[in-house]
């Protein structure tokens, strides 16, 4: 109820479609697409935003919201969103007694009080549709405009707690615009399940952009970001073109051969993890350049290395949408790909699903001479999307109630689709059919049993801050690779699921950050180990 009340008594009055405002275009990061148009207007004692997305080309949904601030911090946040004839409305408001936070939909009430920091909102300032806060632009213009930077207390209002939050300058550099140069600092601002580019006008503190790898951008109108590039391609190294037809599925993508190499270079495939990857392991806004790194680096020394978009990405077809997608399906392609690039010795490097399907394939074409697997699980992918989702939760710091409850609503939802239930899903936030049967797929399929008759070399690297496939999966492939001398199992202190350093705050947070790199220990030790392997 006190939300209600201070909305109604002077908080600044919403923008609407059309107002005036600074506007801003929303673009979904994964797809590349823009999802809708955003307004944001400053206040006396805040700011107000208005949000418009467009599903499939039309307008789908609104949000408005109003933040209002004083030198304490956050001290209202209200939104309301609307779809259709649906509203829901959020709020938080902060007192001497603490923080109270109101959630209505329909004739549904539900109200929170307890006592919290004022700070920045976090995590639950969403920029369009979601379940839950809105005003995730306001937030962002105002921490832009505060100036905080470093190691700072933040609210959180799904654990109703503070997390810590750092903020960094990363670089500063001039923006192009419609009106010339803007001088601008590039922020990164993380909790641990949070990550976020911002980038902030040097001369009011303006928000210009503000990133999320796995959600929504929203960008000045007059702005125009840089573009990430790959580093250049070593001098002694070709790349060629590749193209794979098969069963109405287009695969495209190059091969990195060396320039100069006295007979048939043995043969490598690369082979995504579960995502919308790109031949050089990129996933929409999130950059790892892990395949072109290891490509780039096994044709200078010596090898012939396929990377290829997968099915629905990049140049590759069809389009995810238009074609059930099984685990089956994705070890078709790779044999696809091994025949497109001919020759009788090949080697297979797998990534996290990757890992899984390099050991199934080897296991059927005796031209395959040796496996790598990085962060390949050994156990069933139901066990491990389990554990994935405890781990994760858990380093966001969430309750051990709510775990626990997410993991039976996991496991109820698993045993579904293993039974062919899929009505008794709903919505499937995981894409319907096309997620049902992959599932399904996977959970029919038995890597221990992979892996135990497996008898060809294999280097199965395991990262120690892996939140998706547990480190724990090394003992599990050591004891099933046990009767194959061949068989290495490593695990790689302070690296993630990405392969990439991890400083402080294990968490999907440091996903986002823009300036990490593929561990240089990882690619070495993959080149070491495939160069010393006969064919």
């Known amino acids: 109820m006190l939300l209600l009340l201070l909305a109604a008594c002077g908080a600044p009055e919403r923008l609407g479609p059309g107002d005036a405002g600074v506007r801003y275009t929303l673009y979904e990061t994964l797809r590349d697409e823009v999802a809708g148009q955003a307004r944001l207007l400053r206040t006396d004692d805040g700011w107000s935003e208005w949000i418009e997305l467009d599903v499939d080309g039309a307008p789908g949904a609104s949000r408005e919201a109003t933040l209002r601030v004083d030198e304490g911090g956050v001290r209202a946040l209200d939104a309301v969103h609307r779809r259709g004839r649906a509203w829901t409305q959020t709020g938080l408001a902060w007192s001497a007694a603490g923080f109270a936070v109101t959630h209505r939909r329909g004739l549904a009430l539900r109200h929170v009080a307890a006592e919290g920091p004022r700070g920045a909102v976090v995590e639950g300032g969403d920029i369009g549709e979601g379940p839950g806060f809105g005003g995730g632009l306001a937030l962002w213009a105002w921490l832009a405009s505060s100036r905080q930077v470093g190691e700072i207390e933040a609210f959180d209002p799904y654990l109703s707690a503070t997390v810590p939050l750092s903020v960094e300058v990363r670089e500063r550099r001039g923006l192009v615009s419609t009106e010339g140069l803007v001088s601008a600092r590039r922020l ?20 210009l952009a503000v990133d999320h790898v796995a959600g929504r951008q929203a960008i000045r109108d007059d702005i125009t970001l840089p573009v990430t590039v790959a580093r250049p391609q070593p001098p002694g190294v070709v790349e060629r073109p590749l193209r794979v037809e098969r069963d109405g599925v287009t695969l495209a993508g190059v091969v990195d051969t060396p320039r100069e190499v006295d007979g048939p270079p043995p043969r490598v495939v690369l082979i995504h993890g579960s995502g919308p990857g790109d031949r050089d392991g990129n996933f929409g806004a999130l950059h790892t350049w892990l395949f072109r790194e290891l490509g780039l680096r096994l044709a200078q020394a010596g090898f012939a290395v396929a990377r290829y978009d997968k099915r629905g990405v990049g140049e590759s077809t069809p389009t995810v949408d238009d074609l059930p997608v099984t685990l089956q399906d994705l070890t078709g392609d790779v044999a696809a790909v091994q025949d497109a690039v001919g020759g009788g010795c090949h080697f297979l490097v797998g990534h996290s699903e990757g890992g899984m399907i390099a050991p199934l394939r080897a296991s059927q074409d005796p031209r395959v001479k040796g496996v790598v697997m990085l962060g390949g699980p050994a156990a069933a992918l139901d066990r491990i999307l389990l554990d994935q989702l405890r781990l994760i939760l858990a380093a966001h710091g969430l309750p051990a109630s709510f775990i626990e409850e997410a993991a039976r609503s996991q496991q109820a939802m698993l045993r579904s689709v293993a039974a062919g239930r899929e009505r008794d899903l709903g919505a499937m936030p995981l894409g319907g059919k096309r997620s049902t049967d992959w599932l399904r797929s996977h959970m029919n399929h038995d890597p221990a049993e992979t892996l135990r008759q497996l008898d060809v070399p294999v280097l199965a690297l395991y990262a120690a801050e892996d939140l998706q496939v547990p480190p724990e999966q090394a003992d599990v492939a050591r004891a099933l690779l046990a009767d194959n001398p061949q068989a290495e199992v490593r695990v790689v202190p302070g690296v993630d699921h990405l392969l990439m350093p991890v400083e402080k705050w294990p ?23 495939l160069s010393r392997q006969p064919c």
């Open 507 to 529: 968490g999907m947070g440091i996903y986002a950050d823009p300036d990490r790199a593929v561990s240089e220990g990882v690619l070495d030790a993959v080149v070491a180990w």
């Open 188 to 207: 990164f601002v993380r909790t641990a399940a949070e990550g976020h580019t911002l980038w902030v006008a040097e001369a009011d503190d303006a928000l």
